[in-house]
């Protein structure tokens, strides 16, 4: 059926995470709670213009991995303007990247500690790559604006 695997989502992330209140969510979309609700359930669809509204009031990244999956595209976070300079930008996201990349080796290594990656397991190690993979893209985008900043 039409966008079930995304309102499932929806569904799964709110309900299973404190992080994000579900009436709050449908605030700042700009729906009630009902409506919201019958789009979580799937008896209406998200709206192009809900989703992007939702993606900007729960700005987790399986939402954007699910919109984006079997494409050749990969999200990356924004560089947010901070207090810092260029060049402290640049070595903060060059950190976050081996942070990721350890993550990933770590689960990899608690994974492969009986012979075998259950499913769960197998789940946990996506997760990071996707992480890790964002940390990535989202240096190679700092590096383009730079270049870009520089050249003009």
């Not at 309102?7 to 994000?20: D, F, K, M």
């Not at 990356?76 to 060059?94: M, V």
């Not at 990933?104 to 075998?116: C, E, F, G, I, P």
Request: charged share 35%.
């Amino acid at each position: 059926m039409r966008g079930e695997e995304f309102a499932s989502l929806v569904h799964r992330i709110l309900t299973t995470e404190s992080r994000y209140n579900s009436k709050d969510i449908a605030a700042q979309i700009g729906l009630e709670y009902d409506a919201f609700y019958a789009r979580m359930r799937n008896r209406t669809v998200f709206s192009a213009n809900e989703i992007k509204e939702l993606i900007r009031a729960m700005p987790d990244a399986r939402l954007v991995a699910y919109l984006l999956e079997e494409t050749r595209f990969v999200a990356a976070d924004r560089i947010e303007n901070e207090d810092c300079d260029e060049e402290e930008h640049l070595y903060r996201a060059t950190n976050r990247i081996v942070l990721e990349a350890a993550e990933v080796m770590r689960a990899m290594h608690q994974a492969l500690s009986d012979q075998r990656v259950d499913h769960q397991e197998a789940l946990q190690i996506l997760s990071e790559i996707d992480e890790a993979e964002r940390a990535l893209v989202s240096l190679r985008v700092q590096i383009t604006e730079l270049n870009k900043d520089r050249a003009m």
